[in-house]
């Protein structure tokens, strides 16, 4: 069966660093594009980071831009996301999903939260 698991999340001080990893099984990873999202209480699933099928091309959005990384290991089945120097805004669960739209060589365009496959979530608290 397909599994699509986040590890990695955690409380973490504003400025600090976390790497959240996720791990696939079930589907042929480098077949598709992987993305992160993420879900404060109160608000709309954002798309946060994506990378297309070989890890050639990446998408941030804005909030996020030089501060977080996302990278694949395809030999692994595992997606990652780097986050650097983060600030309580950054609070949220964070999911990570297979197969997105991800805009990658496409400008002005947003990381919509539709996916084929969707983990749990893991939570990611920054503090003050």
């Known amino acids: 069966q397909v599994q699509v698991v986040e590890s990695g999340g955690g409380l973490v001080q504003a400025g600090g660093s976390l790497r959240l990893s996720c791990t696939a099984s079930g589907f042929t990873f480098d077949d598709y594009a992987m993305g992160w999202f993420r879900q404060a209480p109160g608000k709309e699933r954002e798309g946060v980071s994506c990378?297309?099928?070989?890890?050639?091309?990446?998408w941030y959005a804005d909030s996020v831009m030089g501060r977080f990384t996302i990278s694949r290991d395809n030999a692994k089945n595992t997606l990652y996301l780097e986050m650097d120097s983060v600030m309580p805004e950054d609070t949220a669960i964070y999911y990570c999903a297979a197969d997105v739209g991800c805009p990658v060589f496409t400008s002005g365009r947003l990381l919509r939260p539709d996916a084929r496959y969707w983990g749990q979530g893991t939570q990611v608290t920054v503090s003050s």
């Open positions: 990378i297309n099928w070989s890890g050639t091309g990446t």
